[in-house]
């Protein structure tokens, strides 16, 4: 069943308890079915909190991160693999079934140069056991194809496939996102194509990361594909509203993408669910 959730970073820019008791009473007022939680820096959720809090308000939860510069699959596997394994151990404990971005390398990090095959087979070294550790507890992990801007390493629906086979295990799924395909595919509705069964998670993110629907981004073509491959699992809307100074860095995020979250939370919700209903993915 296609459920529809929004990305943490629209109420504040890490998950505090806090901010937490303030963000998914109203998710759950605006019809939001999941949240995804950042685990950026996993051993600081409160987990026992957070799940009596999700609990309370009937909202589910996915998680993503990036890597930390340390930490980077590509250059240190090892480091990737303990980092990652301490991130699903969390995830799992908030109940997430998907733990999602960008699992392989840190945000904004490019060698200048285009990706090596020593670098794949690092990827592969480090995110090999964390999915069969993902596997254990009945969990799935997203790799998130980002734009040329963002990495050198992943940037199609295409790359991620010829990833995979090389990593070979089952449950890793492509974490596609629209803002990633507007720049890099040859189409939204192409990559859905491509990808076909490892679509499995989708970021709905409008040209500039702000409201969806007044942006650039193709949402019926997008949603047509989604129908046409019969998707049936969560589409997240990512609209970046705040963001800690590093991701924000990262991204290239210098000015506001909105006037405020109920700007995303009304016009860019209630306009994603239309589409999505035009196309028969919601009823």
């Not at 734009?147 to 629906?157: D, I, K, P, V």
């Not at 997008?222 to 590093?246: C, N, Y």
Request: with cysteine; charged share 20%; glycine share 8%.
């Amino acid at each position: 069943m296609t459920r529809f959730g929004m990305h943490f970073s629209l109420w504040a820019p890490a998950w505090t308890r806090e901010a937490a008791e303030a963000a998914i009473p109203e998710a759950a007022h605006y019809g939001i079915e999941l949240v995804e939680i950042p685990l950026m820096a996993p051993e600081t959720i409160d987990v026992a909190h957070a799940c009596s809090l999700l609990r309370e308000h009937g909202v589910a939860a996915s998680a993503s991160l990036c890597l930390p510069p340390t930490a980077m699959a590509h250059r240190d596997p090892l480091a990737a693999e303990r980092f990652l394994t301490r991130a699903l151990e969390v995830a799992h404990a908030l109940g997430c079934t998907f733990l999602g971005g960008v699992t392989y390398s840190a945000l904004g990090y490019k060698s200048g140069s285009p990706p090596t095959e020593a670098e794949y087979d690092n990827i592969a070294e480090a995110l090999r056991p964390v999915a069969r550790r993902a596997a254990d507890f009945g969990m799935t992990v997203g790799l998130e194809a980002c734009n040329r801007y963002e990495t050198h390493l992943l940037n199609t629906a295409e790359q991620g496939l010829r990833l995979f086979d090389r990593i070979g295990e089952p449950n890793l799924v492509l974490h596609l996102d629209t803002y990633h395909m507007n720049i890099e595919e040859k189409g939204i509705g192409h990559a859905i194509e491509i990808a076909g069964w490892a679509a499995s998670y989708i970021h709905l993110s409008e040209s500039d990361r702000g409201v969806p629907g007044t942006g650039t981004v193709e949402w019926d073509e997008l949603f047509g594909a989604v129908a046409k491959a019969g998707f049936d699992r969560d589409l997240v809307i990512e609209s970046f509203v705040t963001l800690p100074p590093e991701i924000a860095s990262a991204l290239c995020v210098w000015r506001p993408v909105a006037r405020d979250r109920y700007e995303v939370l009304g016009a860019g919700v209630t306009f994603l669910k239309e589409r999505a209903r035009a196309h028969g993915i919601l009823t």
